[in-house]
C-alpha cells in the first residue's frame, strides 16, 4: 500500500535545545503549507523577544558569585548574594520554566513541562537545604551553557539566512528620456527597463534586451563559474553582474523571483524538522513529567532503601533531577539537521524541510525522467560517415552553410559540431516533408531524413539501422538524388549521470528511467548508464502510476526530473527531486531542487542524509549514556551539583558541537 507525503513525513515548527513547540506544519509538494496544533513556540533562541536583559543579568549574577565566594566571609551576606546570583543569572530560565509551562498547560490542557522546570526547581531545592552557593553554580552553568548553546546552533541557521542578505534592493530604472533613476526594487513592474552597471547586483528577473556580461550565479544555482549572458538571455535577481553594462527587461513580480522562491524554501526547511526530531520534541515533556514523578518518590525511598540522612537524599533528588534533564537528547537532531541542509544549500541544493532530507538516507528506488535529467537535453552528433573520404570537408562545409538557414535543433547540433571552412553563397529552400534543399555548381544537394521509398546502397543501409538501433537520428545528405554521407545524432547523457547510476547502485537503490521517448531510444541510453529498468513511451500522466508501483515493489522511492511534465511524479513519489537550472516552476512543486542540472549533488545529498542519520544516533546513544552514567554515579554518592552540571551541559554542547559538522562539506569518495 502506498501512504502519502503528509503520512510519512511528520514534521515540526523549528525547536532547538531543550525547548517545546508544539505545533506542525505540512508543507506540499504544491508549496501550500497548514499549520495544526497549538503555535505557541518557546526555545532557546529567545524568540520570546527578552532582549539583551538575560545577558546583562547574567553577567550582574556571575559578579555576585565571584564576589560572594572570593571577597564575603559574613555567611548571612555571602548566602544572601548567591540566592541574588540565582535569581538574576537564572532570570531566563526560571521565567521560561514557570511561566511557559503553566502557559503551555493551560493551553493543552494537560501538563506539559520544560526542563527549565526542572534546573529551577534543583536550584531552589539546593537553597532550601542551605546548599546556597551549588544552587547559584548550578543556575550559572545552566544559563551560561545555554547561551552557548544558542550560538552553537544558531550557527547552522545563520550559514543558510546568510542568502537572505543578498536580497536586492534598488534597481536602475530607465526612464521616458532615456535617464536612469534609482528606485526601490519592490515599486519595479513586469515590462519595465533597466540598466545594469559592472559589479552591480541584478535587482530582479529579467532579458537582457542589449549588451552581455558574465553573471555570477552562485547564489541561485551554486555554481561558481561566472555564465556568459547576451541578448535574449535571462536573469535572475540576486546574481552579481560581472564587468559588462546592459539592460533588461523585467520578467516577473518582486515576489515571484527565484530568489523570492528560494527564501520561501530556505523558510520552509528551517521549520520543517525530521521525523526524529518530531519525536524527540513530543517525547520531551513526558520525559520531564516522569522526572518530576521519580525525583519525589526517589527522596522519599531513599533513605529506607540506602539509609541515607534526609538532607542527604534531597540533595541527591536535587543532583538527580539535573542528571536526568533531557537538554542533550532533545538538542540531538535539530542542530545537525538544520546543518546538512546548510551545507546542501551553499551547493546549490535546496530542501523544503529536514523530513526530506533525513529520509533520503532510507530511499530504496530513485527513478529519473530521461531528458535534461540523465541527458544534455539537446541533441549531439554522435557519428558521421561519408561514401568519399577526400570529399568529407567539402560536403560538411555545404551542410553548414544549409543548416544556417534552419532553426530546427537539430541544425543548432551540427553547427556546434561542424565548422565553416569556406564561405559560400546558397540559395536554401525547406521543402516540408523532404528538408533542407539547395543548389552548388550545378549539382542539387538536399539534407534531411532518408526518405523511405529510396533503394539504399548496403553499406548506407547498415549504418543506418545500426545507428537507428542505438536510438539514434540519422540525417543523410544527398547529391544529385543519391545519397553521400550519414549524420547520427542523439540527445547524449550529461557527463555526470554515469557516475552517479554507479554510485546508487553500490547502495543497492534500484534506478528506473521513466521517458516518453521511443523504447528503442530509452533503452540505448539506459544500456549506456547500466539502468536497472526502463520505462518508455510514457505520458506525463502515466508517470505518477510508475512511481506508485515503484513504491509498492521497492520502497521509498525518489523521483528526479524537470518540474514541469514530470510534476505528477514529483507529488506521488516520497522525495520529488526537481532539476531546477534556476526554473521557479520546480521549486513549486518539489520537495528538493537542485539549482542546476549536475546530478552529482543528487549523490552528495544522499551521502549527506547517511551522515545525519549517524550523527543524530551517535547522539541519542550518546545523551542517554550520559544521564544513565550520572544517574547511577549519584545513587552511588560519587556526584554533587556543580560536576552534575558541568557533565550534563557539557554533553549538551557536544551533541550540538557534533551536529554542526555536517557544516564541512563531505570529502569526495
Known amino acids: 500500500m502506498t501512504t502519502t507525503k503528509s503520512a510519512q513525513q511528520p514534521t515540526s ?90 502557559s503551555d498547560t493551560l493551553s493543552q490542557k494537560k501538563f506539559v513541562p520544560n526542563v527549565h522546570i526542572l534546573m529551577t526547581l534543583a536550584a531552589a531545592g539546593a537553597a532550601a537545604i542551605g546548599d546556597f552557593d551549588e544552587g547559584a553554580l548550578l543556575i550559572l552553568i545552566f544559563a551560561g551553557a545555554h547561551f552557548l548553546e544558542d550560538y552553537a546552533e544558531g550557527k547552522s541557521k545563520r550559514e543558510i539566512t546568510k542568502l537572505l542578505k543578498l536580497n536586492p534592493t534598488e534597481a536602475r530604472l530607465i526612464q521616458a528620456d532615456g535617464a536612469t533613476k534609482l528606485v526601490d526594487v519592490s515599486v519595479l513592474k513586469i515590462g519595465d527597463e533597466l540598466k545594469v552597471l559592472p559589479g552591480d547586483q541584478i535587482p530582479t528577473d529579467g532579458v537582457i534586451l542589449s549588451g552581455g556580461t558574465a553573471v555570477d550565479e552562485s547564489s541561485i544555482t551554486g555554481e561558481s563559474m561566472p555564465k556568459e549572458k547576451t541578448v535574449m538571455d535571462e536573469v535572475f ?3 552579481m553582474n560581472g564587468n559588462g553594462t546592459f539592460t533588461m527587461r523585467v520578467t516577473k513580480d518582486s515576489q515571484d523571483t527565484v530568489f523570492a522562491k528560494i527564501v520561501e524554501m530556505v523558510s520552509q526547511a528551517q521549520s520543517n524538522m525530521s521525523k526524529t526530531a518530531t519525536k524527540i520534541k513530543q517525547l520531551e515533556p513526558v520525559y520531564v513529567t516522569a ?20 538532607q542527604e537524599s534531597i540533595y541527591r533528588g536535587m543532583v538527580l533531577l539535573i542528571s536526568a534533564s533531557p537538554c542533550a ?100 529552400t525547406n521543402e516540408i516533408g523532404k528538408g533542407l534543399v539547395t543548389t552548388f555548381e550545378g549539382k542539387h544537394y538536399r ?16 549504418r543506418n539501422n545500426a545507428w537507428m538501433e542505438q536510438g539514434k537520428t540519422v540525417v543523410s545528405l544527398t547529391e544529385d538524388a543519391k545519397i553521400v554521407g550519414l549524420i547520427a545524432l542523439m540527445d547524449v547523457p550529461n557527463k555526470a549521470s554515469a557516475g552517479v547510476i554507479e554510485y546508487l547502485r553500490s547502495q543497492g537503490i534500484q534506478t528506473t528511467m521513466i521517458t516518453g521517448d521511443a523504447k528503442v531510444t530509452g533503452e540505448a541510453v539506459a544500456k549506456e548508464l547500466n539502468i536497472d529498468k526502463v520505462q518508455a513511451n510514457v505520458l506525463p500522466e502515466n508517470k505518477s502510476f510508475i512511481i506508485s508501483e515503484l513504491q509498492k515493489d521497492a520502497g521509498p522511492t525518489v523521483m528526479l526530473g ?32 537542485i539549482m542546476n542540472n549536475d546530478l552529482t549533488k543528487f549523490s552528495y545529498a544522499h551521502r549527506v542524509s547517511k551522515k545525519l542519520a549517524a550523527v543524530v544516533w551517535q547522539n541519542i546513544f550518546f545523551s542517554m549514556f550520559i544521564v544513565v552514567l550520572l544517574v547511577v554515579l549519584n545513587i552511588l554518592g560519587k556526584m554533587d551539583i556543580g560536576i552534575g552540571v558541568l557533565a550534563h551541559e557539557g554533553s549538551t554542547l557536544i551533541v550540538i558541537l557534533n551536529g554542526l559538522r555536517l557544516l564541512v562539506p563531505l570529502k569526495e569518495n
Open 13 to 102: 515548527q523549528q525547536t532547538k535545545g531543550c525547548a517545546h513547540n508544539h505545533a506542525q506544519v505540512h508543507n506540499h509538494a504544491d508549496g501550500r503549507n497548514h499549520s495544526q496544533g497549538h503555535s505557541h513556540s518557546h526555545d532557546h533562541s529567545h524568540e520570546h523577544n527578552h532582549g539583551n536583559l538575560p545577558i546583562v543579568l547574567y553577567g550582574i549574577g556571575l559578579i555576585l558569585y565571584l564576589v560572594a565566594l572570593l571577597f564575603v566571609k559574613n555567611e548571612l551576606l555571602e548566602n544572601s548574594l548567591f540566592v541574588v546570583t540565582i535569581l538574576t543569572a537564572g532570570y531566563h530560565v526560571i521565567v521560561e520554566g514557570i511561566s511557559e509551562t503553566v
Open 237 to 239: 535577481g540576486s546574481t
Open 291 to 310: 522526572v518530576l514523578i521519580i525525583v519525589p518518590i526517589f527522596i522519599l525511598a531513599a533513605p529506607f532503601v540506602f539509609g541515607w540522612s534526609w
Open 329 to 428: 537528547l532533545a538538542a540531538s537532531a535539530v542542530p545537525a539537521t538544520l546543518s546538512g541542509i546548510s551545507n546542501l544549500a551553499k551547493r546549490g541544493v535546496l530542501f523544503k524541510g529536514g523530513s526530506y532530507l533525513s529520509n533520503l538516507a532510507t530511499i530504496k528506488a530513485v527513478a529519473f525522467d530521461k531528458t535534461g535529467t540523465l541527458t544534455e537535453g539537446k541533441p549531439s552528433v554522435t557519428d558521421t560517415y561519408f561514401v568519399d573520404e577526400t570529399k568529407k570537408v567539402d560536403w560538411l562545409n555545404i551542410v553548414v552553410h544549409m543548416e544556417k538557414e534552419s532553426n530546427h535543433p537539430l541544425a543548432t547540433a551540427m553547427l556546434e559540431a561542424f565548422t565553416e571552412t569556406k564561405a559560400l553563397h546558397l540559395d536554401v
Open 447 to 462: 539534407l534531411g531524413k532518408i526518405e523511405a521509398d529510396v533503394s539504399l546502397p548496403q553499406v548506407i543501409k547498415e
Open 562 to 593: 524537470d518540474g514541469i511534465n514530470d510534476a505528477p511524479a514529483l507529488v506521488q513519489a516520497d522525495i520529488g527531486f526537481a532539476m531546477g537550472d534556476g526554473t521557479d516552476i520546480a521549486i513549486d512543486i518539489a520537495d528538493a531542487v
